[in-house]
Every structure is written in structure tokens, then in C-alpha cells.
């Protein structure tokens, strides 16, 4: 993947925040805010054991409401 014009790797870099939560039980979801024009923003969430469904409640309503896109305000 390119970044900013620099390759990095993937695999290693993608997981690198998501993957501890889900290591102990934790699910975990990492949901995008775009914001054109600029790096890439997420918003992770995270619930207790077994609330797969809650996270993905989350992330959809955040979805839903388009909480997940920036506004760019002109001075």
C-alpha cells in the first residue's frame, strides 16, 4: 500500500491496533472518517466479550447518521 508515497506493508501495519484487543476477547471494529484531502481517520470501537453485535450496532449507526465523513468548513 502506498502512504503519503512511501510503500508500506500491510499485513504487518493494518492490525497493528486491532489486533491485541481481539488477541485477549475483545471484538473490536475500526470505523473510517473520510476527510478528503487528507491521511485517513478512523474511529475504533471497542465492547466486552461476546458483543460482536454491539460494535457492529455502533458502527453502523455512526454510519447511518454520517458521523463517519468529516465537513470541511471554508473560513
Do not use: W
Not at 504487518?12 to 484531502?37: D, E
Not at 487528507?38 to 457492529?56: D, F, R, S, T
Amino acid at each position: 500500500m502506498l502512504l503519503d508515497g512511501k510503500e508500506v506493508l500491510v499485513r504487518l501495519n493494518l492490525g497493528l491496533f486491532t489486533q491485541p484487543l481481539s488477541f485477549i476477547g475483545l471484538p473490536v471494529i475500526s470505523v473510517p472518517v473520510h476527510h478528503p484531502g487528507k491521511l485517513p481517520l478512523g474511529v475504533q470501537i471497542i465492547a466486552a466479550p461476546y458483543n460482536e453485535a454491539l460494535v457492529l450496532r455502533v458502527a453502523a449507526h455512526l454510519e447511518a447518521k454520517q458521523v463517519t465523513a468529516c465537513r470541511r468548513d471554508e473560513p
